[in-house]
């Protein structure tokens, strides 16, 4: 079954840190630019940060900069958003996505809380 699952979300205070996984089964993720998007309720989701197929480009949302990074695993076919000194409004559902080809993949998401 091809599909992407996005793990590591939870409650943090403000100013922690959560490491977000995307692991990808059915297809290879290096082939492919990742993206991680955020959808916090009420509002629209929105792009927060993605990477290029080979990993040596990014591009980030100003809310985030210097604060998210994004890295890839080709060995264990993971994407991981790396989250530091989390504010109370990057609270939302975090999802991964791959758009391929022949299809436009999500993950479930995963829940992040930052409490103040």
């Known amino acids: 079954q091809l599909q992407l699952v996005e793990s590591g979300g939870g409650l943090v205070q403000s100013g922690g840190s959560l490491r977000l996984s995307c692991a990808a089964s059915g297809f290879t993720l290096d082939h492919y630019a990742i993206g991680w998007f955020r959808q916090a309720p009420g509002k629209e989701r929105e792009g927060v940060i993605c990477?290029?197929?080979?990993?040596?480009?990014?591009n980030y949302a100003d809310s985030v900069k210097g604060r998210f990074t994004i890295s890839r695993d080709g060995a264990k076919n993971t994407v991981y958003l790396q989250m530091n000194s989390l504010k109370p409004e990057d609270t939302a559902v975090y999802y991964c996505?791959?758009?391929?080809?022949?299809?436009?993949?999500w993950g479930q998401g995963t829940q992040v809380t930052v409490s103040s």
């Open positions: 990477i290029s197929s080979s990993g040596d480009s990014t």
């Open positions: 996505n791959a758009p391929t080809p022949w299809y436009d993949y």
